[in-house]
């Protein structure tokens, strides 16, 4: 029986998941309710996976990420909203920002031009590209694991998306506990557990898809995970976004309703614990 990674107490077999690349069993936490993929797949497993498979989806060229966030702005927006709060509640202003599995490097641009001096980490040698033309940085090619730098570097360290892919959360948590400099501010952003969503639609919730996504957190796990390590809590906040209004092919009233049908819908399931996604905010102490 598997032990949580979060609270360290017994997990529970919960549902089996086959995917195209096998059949995967997952643990639930009897406390605080994360789920895992057990047995964990290796540290070599998880890096061939993602060097060969990346994230670069129906994309052939870096323009066309643009033109798809152009079209429907999901990272754009989520960007915005995440490093307006990450600036809000610094001690300082500015400075090192490291993206941990920074994708096509979009949180990152936007880091930039929030005048931060921004390092990436990213495995996908499409995402890299990307990244490079978006920002001009040259992303780090390696799992965080192997990413190297000394202590007290950064003051910011932003997992978005990220640690539900980890085969060890704890060990990311202090690294980037390390990596941060006094009173350095962490931002997780992961899918959420006790969404509705995956209530409703239990195993085939489309961010259950081992062995791409290892971890599945509550906010209730991940909050023991982040003190244990020592973090202090800052914030923690719910996020929803429907796709439907925006993918509606005519402007006009029926559009216009749907709009708000979803961001209300969405407003109520964040107040309700209920969203789609978690955002937490910690900081070095």
Not at 209 to 219: A, D, G, M, Q, V
Request: hydrophobic letters at 40%; a neutral charge.
């Amino acid at each position: 029986m598997y032990q949580c990674d979060c609270c360290k107490q017994s997990c529970q077999p919960w549902k089996d998941k086959k995917t195209k690349f096998g059949l995967f069993k997952m643990e639930k936490c009897v406390g605080c309710g994360s789920t895992f993929v057990v047995p964990r797949p290796t540290v070599a497993f998880i890096s061939d996976f993602y060097y060969q498979n990346g994230h670069n989806g129906n994309f052939t060229f870096p323009h066309q990420v643009l033109d798809a966030e152009r079209k429907y702005p999901n990272s754009t927006i989520d960007a915005k909203r995440i490093i307006q709060l990450i600036k809000s509640v610094q001690q300082s202003e500015g400075g090192r920002f490291l993206d941990v599995g920074a994708g096509y490097g979009l949180f990152s641009r936007e880091a930039q031009q929030q005048n931060y001096d921004v390092t990436c980490v990213e495995v996908g040698a499409f995402e890299r590209a990307c990244i490079e033309e978006f920002t001009g940085v040259k992303a780090v090619p390696v799992m965080f694991e192997a990413f190297e730098a000394p202590d007290n570097t950064f003051d910011v360290v932003l997992m978005s998306q990220i640690l539900e892919h980890v085969i060890e959360p704890q060990i990311w948590l202090e690294k980037a506990y390390q990596l941060l400099a006094p009173a350095g501010v962490l931002c997780i952003a992961v899918p959420n557990f006790k969404s509705l969503f995956r209530y409703i639609l239990r195993e085939n919730d489309p961010y259950i898809i081992p062995p791409e996504h290892l971890n599945y957190f509550t906010s209730k796990g991940l909050l023991i995970l982040l003190e244990r390590v020592g973090f202090q809590i800052i914030t923690v906040q719910y996020n929803s976004r429907l796709p439907f209004a925006s993918r509606f092919p005519r402007e006009g009233f029926v559009k216009n309703m749907l709009g708000v049908f979803e961001a209300r819908f969405c407003q109520t399931l964040d107040a309700l614990n209920l969203g789609m996604f978690l955002n937490l905010y910690a900081r070095k102490v």
